[in-house]
């Protein structure tokens, strides 16, 4: 049985407690004045973050862990280095984030905002890293977690 969802979610194969571990998840986008995003929680600075980059919309996405899967720091970083290529091929600019969960009890992950992505363009970053889901933001300044699996 699939876990219970909001009305506006498709189901998912993923346990509840794993989506929920990735909502109790602090989203720090690196900027010389860090940015803590929490999903479903308006940021105001987003506005501004996102216009000084003249783009409308952005999503977060991590190479690392696939699957909730932990790697190896190496195999992590390569991912990493991986992924900026990817969103670089893409002509998108990003900045770097790092995922902190709020119950300390996953490894910190890196990942990218990356400026300009719409929802499909993130999603299929987040499938081709194998990731269960991404995080979008779009003019409401809200960022929102989308499963892919």
Same mark, same amino acid.
């Given at each position: 049985m699939s876990p219970r969802l909001p009305a506006d979610e498709p189901a998912t194969t993923l346990p509840a407690a794993l989506i929920a571990a990735y909502r109790a998840t602090r989203y720090i986008v690196q900027t010389e004045a860090p940015l803590t995003l929490r999903i479903n929680q308006p940021e105001t600075a987003l506005?501004? !973050? +996102?216009?000084?980059? &003249?783009?409308? /919309? =952005? $999503?977060?996405?991590?190479?690392?862990?696939? *699957?909730?899967?932990?790697?190896?720091d190496r195999e992590n970083a390569a991912r990493h280095r991986a992924l900026q290529a990817a969103v670089a091929q893409l002509r998108l600019a990003a900045l770097p984030t790092r995922h902190v969960a709020d119950a300390g009890d996953w490894p910190d992950?890196?990942? !990218? +905002?990356?400026?300009? &992505?719409?929802? /499909? =363009? $993130?999603?299929?970053?987040?499938?081709?890293? *194998?990731?269960?889901?991404?995080?979008?933001?779009?003019?409401?300044n809200t960022p929102r977690l989308h499963l892919l699996r």
């Open positions: 506005a501004a !973050l +996102l216009g000084s980059h &003249a783009v409308a /919309e =952005a $999503a977060i996405v991590s190479a690392a862990n696939p *699957g909730s899967q932990p790697l190896p992950e890196s990942g !990218l +905002l990356v400026l300009g &992505a719409n929802l /499909e =363009a $993130a999603s299929a970053l987040g499938r081709r890293f *194998g990731q269960n889901a991404i995080v979008s933001i779009a003019a409401d």
